[in-house]
Nanobody
Framework: QVQLVESGGGLVQPGGSLRLSCAAS????????MSWYRQAPGKERELVAT????????TYADSVKGRFTISRDNVKNTVFLQMNSLKPEDTAVYYC?????????WGQGTQVTVSS
């Protein structure tokens, strides 16, 4: 069955860094665009970053441009989100998403808390 398993979340001080990983299985990973979303308490889920199926194109939310980098390894079926210069407003549950036409797969989420 399809699985997306996120890891790498945690508690970090403002200005710090984290690297999230999302391991995919059960579908043909290299056919899918992959994204990271986040949802803060009391807010709607928002798109953070997207990477095309072979990694040639990436897009970012304005709020994370220049600080976050999305990447993927199609051999290991994994997508990453490198997060630098973290701010308290980056605190949220981060979700991995895989999308192709009508297929729309989600992970269970990993908590990122930025606090001193």
């Amino acid at each position: 069955q399809v699985q997306l398993v996120e890891s790498g979340g945690g508690l970090v001080q403002p200005g710090g860094s984290l690297r999230l990983s999302c391991a995919a299985s059960g579908f043909f990973f290299s056919n899918y665009a992959m994204s990271w979303y986040r949802q803060a308490p009391g807010k709607e889920r928002e798109l953070v970053a997207t990477i095309s199926n072979f990694g040639r194109r990436t897009t970012y939310a304005d709020s994370v441009k220049g600080r976050f980098t999305i990447s993927r390894d199609n051999v290991k079926n994994t997508v990453f989100l490198q997060m630098n210069s973290l701010k308290p407003e980056d605190t949220a549950v981060y979700y991995c998403n895989g999308k192709l036409l009508a297929d729309d797969y989600w992970g269970q989420g990993t908590q990122v808390t930025v606090s001193s």
